[in-house]
């Protein structure tokens, strides 16, 4: 039993101590997470999510031991799994595809600056883009029809853990808004949210 309790002792304390950071301290974060997604309008009407897996890295300033600027690039999958309803007779199904820029505010708190939240925009490049009709072709090209940017809100909340001086882990849920029209041809707005887990290393 005292095995037990001194382990217990240890994982809490793993988990409970932060890393307090000062200004001018960077933090590199790669991440790798699982995401789903919808089309605002689709969602609605209840239309199934669109799941990925969310790749990138980020990068975090500090002014001071409270408050960060956080950029990246980040791999993210989107789209909408229309259902097909009775009244509109409207089943359509789409993929895009982006290497997005996230530029967020992060402010940190707690007794270590353990927690954070985030807030900011997103900037989303388009790399591919497929739409299924349901006339039988399955997924086609339809890079011609959709937005090459995508522009949307960007906010989210996590929580680190240190495991030396110079490296810690991270989990956390991010989200973003779009506030474009993901094609020309189908109006919809994505939303996008993702739980990811990274390391952070102090440089």
Request: hydrophobic share 35%.
């Amino acid at each position: 039993m005292k095995y037990l309790i001194c382990f217990g002792l240890f994982i809490s304390s793993l988990l409970c101590i932060g890393q307090t950071r000062e200004k001018g301290n960077i933090e590199l974060t790669p991440i790798v997470g699982y995401s789903a997604s919808y089309q605002l309008d689709s969602f609605l009407f209840g239309s199934s999510s669109v799941s990925g897996i969310q790749l990138g890295i980020y990068g975090n300033y500090f002014f001071n031991s409270r408050w960060s600027l956080r950029t990246g690039l980040v791999y993210q999958k989107m789209g909408t799994n229309d259902v097909d309803l009775v009244i509109f007779n409207n089943e359509y199904s789409e993929r895009t595809n982006y290497i997005t820029v996230p530029l967020t505010v992060n402010y940190h708190f707690g007794t270590k600056r353990n927690w954070y939240v985030n807030y900011g925009i997103g900037i989303g490049f388009l790399t591919n883009a497929e739409g299924d009709y349901n006339d039988g072709n399955g997924f086609v090209d339809i890079n011609n029809l959709a937005n090459s940017t995508l522009f949307g809100i960007n906010g989210g909340i996590g929580y680190k853990f240190k495991i030396s001086p110079k490296f810690l882990m991270v989990i956390e849920n991010s989200n973003l808004i779009g506030l474009t029209d993901s094609t020309e041809q189908k109006s919809g707005k994505n939303f996008y949210m993702s739980f990811n887990i990274g390391a952070i290393f102090k440089i």
